[in-house]
């Protein structure tokens, strides 16, 4: 039963990738990536699309 449990938090964390550089990054479309990575970042399409948006350039704040 731990081993299955850890195996969940490991694999959420995972999935969350994308969301957690965003968020590391300060992005200023944070909230859509995470959307983007609940909703679709199942499909591995959609987890590589989120990815890849959370490591896009950032805007420059004054």
């Known amino acids: 039963m731990t081993g299955a449990i850890v195996l969940?938090?490991?694999g959420l964390l995972l999935y969350f990738i994308p969301s957690f550089v965003a968020q590391s990054r300060?992005?200023?479309n944070t909230g859509a990536i995470l959307a983007l990575n609940i909703f679709l970042g199942w499909?591995?399409?959609g987890w590589v699309?989120?990815?890849v948006?959370?490591?896009t350039a950032t805007?420059?704040?004054a």
């Open 43 to 45: 499909t591995f399409l």
């Open 26 to 28: 300060r992005h200023h």
């Open 49 to 51: 699309a989120a990815l």
């Open 8 to 10: 969940l938090i490991v």
């Open 59 to 61: 805007k420059q704040v």
């Open 53 to 55: 948006w959370a490591l």
